[in-house]
């Protein structure tokens, strides 16, 4: 079974750091692009960054302002999302996944193409 397990959340002050970590089970991630995506009570899920399998290239929401950095780690199957300055409006269940090709976006449309999803683990900013 293909999956994803997602750790790393919590609650957290404005202005603190937390890094989420999405290891792969029952798959190697080496042939795989990586997106993170979150989801906050209401709204739709929205794309945040993506890495390509190689880790060379990444893409991120215009709106992170330099706040996320994604990364990974092939040989321990698993992927990073580091955030830092974190403001309340971060607050959001957050989801990594899988797309098969070696490299993927974070649009509408690419969404489609990730194939494993985590379960998701939820980030509450709150003073």
């Known amino acids: 079974q293909l999956q994803f397990v997602e750790s790393g959340g919590g609650l957290v002050q404005p202005g603190g750091s937390l890094r989420l970590s999405c290891a792969a089970s029952g798959f190697t991630l080496n042939g795989y692009a990586i997106g993170w995506f979150r989801q906050a009570p209401g709204k739709e899920r929205e794309g945040v960054s993506c890495i390509t399998n190689s880790g060379r290239g990444t893409k991120y929401a215009d709106s992170l302002q330099g706040r996320f950095t994604i990364s990974r780690h092939n040989a321990k199957n698993t992927a990073y999302l580091q955030m830092t300055s974190l403001k309340p409006d971060d607050t959001a269940v957050y989801y990594c996944?899988?797309?098969?090709?070696?490299?993927?976006?974070?649009?509408?449309?690419?969404?489609?193409?990730?194939?494993?999803w985590g379960q998701g683990t939820q980030v509450t900013v709150s003073s």
């Open positions: 996944a899988a797309d098969r090709r070696p490299y993927s976006g974070i649009g509408t449309v690419d969404r489609g193409k990730y194939t494993v």
